[in-house]
């Protein structure tokens, strides 16, 4: 019997891992219910997506087989208080909220709840995202393969300790907004010499694909991919030089700490 799939919140991210699901056709969009804060979102991922939606949290969780929570993270205690009594104990939580944990979501349902904490990324928008999970031990073998079949409908997945857990938005969650930041200062250095902006947006991006592809695809070390491009005497290295002259990777190294400091902060709250 195919499964329902419920979610509760319909922001960007859950839109992206709809749309994904939905275009692999793993689940029909009449199994596929959203409920959302606003009439306005309610009605725009209705009207997108062809699924039920609804204001009503508690009509949601009655018939998710899998619910996934994707609210912020000072919602999950109000939304679980609101669903708990609702919710079928054979099904499965997962939230993609950063800093809330398992024993977070097991304390606020107050039963042996099926849990999976997850991390997502935005990439999950063009079916290029990075979902790491984590399950409890409720969730037994074949429904993890389940659920990590779902997920990988818009990315890649990836499993970890949850101890572990508190890295992850450093390094794929929140990282995409370094790349675009890396992206546009590219883009600004090609203006500078001259390149049309949207000319130089396409040439920085398409390099950042190209090179991440490289990594992935090849298995190659990422020095010995840099190494490669670096002749001697030429004008790479002398730009490789340059950015570590003003500490590149260090910075990157100090803003990914900067970012695990503040999900433990959030979880602490």
Not at 109 to 136: D, H
Not at 193 to 218: H, N, S
Request: glycine share 8%.
């Amino acid at each position: 019997m195919e499964k329902t799939i419920g979610f509760i919140g319909a922001g960007k991210m859950a839109q992206a891992m709809i749309g994904g699901i939905l275009k692999s056709k793993m689940v029909a969009a009449d199994h596929i219910v959203a409920s959302a804060l606003t009439e306005k979102t309610v009605q725009f991922v209705h009207d997108t997506y062809k699924i039920k939606t609804t204001s009503n949290n508690k009509e949601v969780a009655r018939i998710a087989d899998i619910l996934i929570l994707a609210v912020k993270p000072e919602l999950h205690s109000k939304v679980i208080k609101e669903i708990k009594n609702e919710f079928n104990p054979d099904g499965i939580v997962i939230t993609i909220a950063a800093g809330i944990s398992l024993q977070d979501l097991e304390k606020d349902f107050g039963y042996q709840v099926k849990a999976i904490r997850s991390m997502p990324n935005t990439p999950s928008l063009v079916g290029e995202g990075m979902i790491v999970i984590c399950p409890n031990q409720f969730v037994d073998e074949q429904e993890i393969s389940y659920v990590e079949g779902l997920l990988q409908t818009f990315g890649k997945t990836e499993r970890l300790g949850e101890y572990l857990m508190d890295a992850v938005p450093a390094i794929s969650g929140s990282s995409p907004a370094y790349i675009y930041l890396f992206i546009e200062a590219m883009a600004d250095g090609g203006v500078r010499q001259g390149i049309p902006r949207e000319k130089a947006y396409r040439l920085a991006a398409q390099a950042v694909l190209g090179a991440a592809k490289m990594v992935l695809e090849t298995g190659i070390h990422p020095a010995a991919l840099k190494d490669d491009v670096c002749t001697p005497g030429g004008a790479t290295i002398e730009a490789i030089a340059a950015l570590e002259k003003q500490q590149f990777r260090g910075t990157i190294l100090s803003a990914m700490e900067s970012c695990t400091e503040r999900v433990k902060t959030l979880m602490s709250k």
